[in-house]
């Protein structure tokens, strides 16, 4: 079954414990994306990646790091959790553009996190 | 940077009725996608519909529609029929067909509600 896998789903941790969410997709998809959804903001995005070793900012990067060692996965790593990073987590995939490709972002299941 | 706004936070229809969703966004760009995906309770993030900017034709999927006013920039979102599992979260997306394909940019949600 194609699909894109987020772990945890949820998870509660304190200030300042380093946590990664990992993202695996089975679906040979080049690029892939995180975003964050906050109530009444939508999904922000945090970083995408094209391709294999290419990554890039998103809107609310701050706080965020990712890493693309491999095509099928895309972690997002907390160095230092904070409060305000308390939010429910996605990962999506997709084909790469050009024109082709119909553009579709396939998401993950979410992942609830709360700092404290 | 491209912005999506949806104006509409919450709204409301009675089943077998027809609903009609709002978003308006704002880009410099003459390629991109357009989407809407639906999140019921469960978070997951489900395409519903999906619009190339370059085709004039609107797009359909069974009971859902578009109304997409390129020059207008606006991307309406037509539910007809409405039935209790049409109830969600909807999002309006943009995302950009070649160059700098990586971002892409959601609205704020309307919250359905479908009343028996």
């Known amino acids: 079954e194609a699909q894109v896998t987020q772990n945890p789903r949820y998870l509660i941790t304190v200030t300042g414990k380093k946590l990664t969410v990992t993202c695996s997709q089975n679906?040979?998809?080049?690029?892939m994306s995180w975003y964050r959804q906050d109530p009444g903001l939508g999904l922000r995005q945090i970083y995408y990646s094209m391709n294999v070793e290419v990554t890039d900012k998103g809107d609310v990067p701050e706080g965020y790091k990712v890493s693309r060692k491999e095509k099928r996965n895309f972690p997002l790593i907390l160095e230092s959790p904070s409060p305000n990073q308390t939010s429910l987590y996605f990962c999506a995939s997709s084909l790469s553009i050009p024109r082709l490709n119909t553009g579709e972002l396939f998401f993950g299941e979410g992942s609830r996190l709360t700092v404290l | 940077a491209q912005t999506v706004t949806q104006s509409q936070p919450e709204m409301s229809v009675q089943e077998a009725e027809t609903v009609t969703l709002s978003c308006t966004y704002d880009?410099?760009?003459?390629?991109?996608?357009l989407f809407w995906y639906k999140q019921p309770p469960s978070r997951q993030m489900i395409l519903v519909i999906r619009?190339?900017?370059?085709?004039?034709q609107n797009a359909t999927e069974n009971r859902f529609s578009v109304n997409f006013q390129k020059a207008a920039k606006s991307f309406s979102l037509k539910i007809s029929d409405s039935q209790l599992g049409d109830a969600a979260m909807y999002f309006c997306a943009y995302r950009r067909y070649n160059t700098n394909a990586g971002k892409s940019t959601f609205g704020d949600g309307t919250t359905l509600t479908v009343k028996p």
């Open positions: 880009t410099s760009e003459s390629d991109y996608y």
């Open positions: 679906m040979n998809h080049e690029y």
């Open positions: 619009q190339e900017a370059y085709k004039q």
